[in-house]
């Protein structure tokens, strides 16, 4: 007997009503229901005013579709404060929003209630479910449009900053990542530590086991350091076989008591060797971003050079 088949099932398309009319609810409910898109059932979420559509949204936003939204006669401004809830707030720009009015297309009231945020707007007074199904059809179409863009453009925002070879951060952010959380110490009276890490003897490991062993070892870094670094930390892999951690809230005698200790443990488990250097900031001074770096490297080196040692104690062939 094959396996069900719900476990492949593409998800329905979630479609909020905001509404305090429960017959309203049923209405749509037997409109939209029984339909699909792009091989997706419709499903309904039904909310009986403003208060309970802004909590289903706070929890469950981004896997609505379409809001279908009746402005409240009682409460001026509601429906454009949930707009703004779910732009500015939630910032969700992929759901759709439509107004469920009596209004007309041309009524002035109802243009100034599009331009905050709305996408659209479904006649309240219609009866038949066929210009319901074409007008959430159209926000269906926009939605699916809309958010497929917003991943591509995701996809490519993450491609630009992330070095490919080891999944940490690329250089093209550092020095802005670094200006901000410097900005933010000192603003809250913190300090901050900048890590500088070196695989030793990397050139000579590329030139006697290879390129592709030298990939290994790199991406073993970058498994490493994500592995032992906070949520907080941000680590980057600076060129070549050089590594940077910013570590916000963290002095360098707190990283060299407790940070290091575990992060070359975890290196020497897999078989490599590095060079470190860290260098703070704050409470008291704050460098810029450059001089912070240039600080971590030259301690690096002087620390690479004061214990440089034989290959043959580093390399270890037969590491994963």
Same mark, same amino acid.
Request: proline share 5%.
């Given at each position: 007997m094959p396996l069900s088949t719900h476990l492949t099932d593409p998800p329905p398309w979630k479609v909020l009503i905001v509404d305090d009319d429960p017959a309203c609810h049923e $209405? #749509?409910?037997?409109? #939209?229901s029984p339909m699909t898109y792009l @091989?997706?059932? %419709?499903? &309904? #979420?039904?909310?009986?005013?403003?208060a309970d559509a802004r909590t289903l949204l706070d929890h469950a936003h981004t896997d609505i579709a379409v809001a279908v939204i009746t402005p409240v006669k009682q409460v001026p401004g509601a429906a454009r404060a949930l707009a703004e809830h779910v732009r500015y707030r939630l910032h969700n720009q992929g759901m759709r929003l439509l107004l469920h009015t009596h209004l007309s297309p041309a009524a002035p009231k109802l243009s100034a209630l599009q331009a905050c945020d709305f996408n659209g707007y479904l006649d309240r007074g219609a009866r038949d479910a066929a210009p319901v199904w074409a007008g959430v059809l159209v926000a269906l179409r926009a939605h699916h449009e809309v958010t497929s863009l917003l991943r591509a453009i995701e996809e490519l925002r993450h491609r630009s900053i992330t070095d490919p070879l080891t999944g940490l951060n690329n250089p093209s952010t550092l020095r802005q990542t670094l200006t $901000?959380?410097?900005?933010? @110490?000192?603003?809250?009276?913190?300090? %901050?530590? &900048?890590?500088? %890490?070196? &695989?030793?003897?990397?050139? #000579?490991?590329?030139? /006697?086991?290879?390129h592709l062993r030298g990939d290994e070892i790199l991406r073993a870094v970058g498994s &490493? %350091?994500?592995s032992n670094s906070?949520? /907080?930390?941000?680590?980057?892999?600076?060129?070549?076989d050089e590594f940077l951690v910013i570590l916000p809230n963290c002095t360098a005698a707190q990283v060299e008591a407790n940070y290091l200790p575990r992060l070359l443990a975890a290196f020497q488990e897999v078989g490599i060797s590095v060079s470190h250097?860290? !260098?703070? !900031?704050?409470? $008291?001074?704050?460098?810029?971003a450059d001089e912070l770096i240039r600080c971590a490297d030259e301690r690096m080196y002087q620390r690479k050079r004061a214990q440089r040692r034989a290959p043959e104690g580093i390399l270890r062939p037969t590491a994963a």
């Open positions: $209405r #749509l409910r037997a409109a #939209l @091989g997706r059932p %419709l499903e &309904v #979420l039904c909310a009986g005013g403003m $901000r959380a410097l900005s933010g @110490g000192q603003r809250r009276h913190e300090p %901050l530590t &900048v890590l500088f %890490l070196d &695989v030793d003897h990397f050139k #000579l490991i590329n030139d /006697e086991q290879g &490493v %350091l994500r906070r949520m /907080e930390d941000t680590c980057y892999r600076y060129g070549g250097g860290a !260098a703070d !900031a704050g409470p $008291r001074c704050y460098p810029s």
